[in-house]
């Protein structure tokens, strides 16, 4: 049986429907969505909050929830999951995937943070993503995550 660790991730689209994704700092080359694990005691909501505000700067009252949708797993590869499985006792995430849209008055993003988790950002066309930004283990969850909001077979 795997345990899957709780983990948010946040759709954030501005109002001419372009969607945010963000350079991994340590992966360049590697883009995904701002995301996270959720604390114990946190609800979906507040970890969203905290993971959008420590990833890239925007806080909650930047941006509305529109949509959510939760069920989303994958397992970590086999060499990576021993490591997880001592620092967090799980074989991989199970996701809830944010659709947010950005108020025309928020900040820029911001994603020179502390720690930091990005090196870059940029805004595309969701048509525009590509798999080959992600690990293999990632590409079913995020090509399943394009299809369900924005009707994007990737």
Known sequence: MFRYRSN???LIV??????????RWTVPGAWQFPQGG????????????REVK???????KHY?????RTGYRYLYPEEVRNKKLQKH???????TYFLCALSPTAPPVNVDQKPRE??????????????????????DVY????????DVMV
């Open 38 to 49: 959720v604390d114990a005691g946190e609800s979906l909501e507040q970890a969203l909050y």
């Open 118 to 139: 990005f090196r870059a950002y940029r805004w595309i066309d969701p048509h525009e993503f590509d798999l080959d930004w992600l690990p293999s283990f990632k590409q």
């Open 64 to 68: 509305h929830i529109i949509e959510k």
């Open 143 to 150: 090509r399943q995550v394009m299809s369900d909001f924005f």
């Open 89 to 95: 006792g799980n074989h991989g995430q199970e996701q």
């Open 14 to 23: 501005r109002t001419d429907g372009s969607l945010l994704i963000c350079e």
């Open 54 to 60: 420590e990833e890239i700067g925007i806080g909650p």
């Open 8 to 10: 948010v991730a946040a």
